[in-house]
């Protein structure tokens, strides 16, 4: 059995802008700072802690992210998008690459499905999440002329250990 975590690589949620005044927000990449995930070849299994989460990069903006604006950021989604539970995902089939399982955010449950490719002991994925089919309201800002896109991705890069 391979376990993952932040020792060996990369869990990453990306963000995208859309609306009036996209130009003025940016596209993100945010860090799970604090998250492990199993693969015994048949099942996966990953928790993540949201309240570890680091803004790493904001892409394609007017002007660039201050320390400032990455920890209003990561107080925004505490409080008004993840909360601070537990996100979880166990796999229900694991079939060559296609993944299917139950992702838990925001205490609410949801299937998914994904490709994982596994390159010797790496493992390496991109999952589609809507925020909405979690409950949860995107992003708005500027009065709603700049949201953040409904669909986000999570990615997933590590080498087991």
Known sequence: MAHYGPDTGSL??????EGVAAKVG????????????????????LTADPRSLVVREGNRGVKPLTDKDRASIVKTIEKDILGTQEIRFVSRSVEGGGVKGDLTIA??????????RREGDRVRATV??????????????????????????????????
């Open 12 to 17: 990453e949620v990306h963000t995208y802008r």
């Open 26 to 45: 940016h596209d993100l990449i945010i860090e799970v700072g604090t998250w492990a995930a199993s693969d015994d070849g048949g099942a996966l299994e």
């Open 107 to 116: 205490g609410r449950t949801q299937p998914v499905e994904f490709e994982l």
């Open 128 to 161: 589609p999440v809507v925020q909405t089919r979690w409950g949860i309201k995107p992003y708005r800002g500027f009065m709603g002329a700049l949201k953040v896109r409904d669909d986000v991705e999570i990615v997933l890069d590590a080498a087991g250990a």
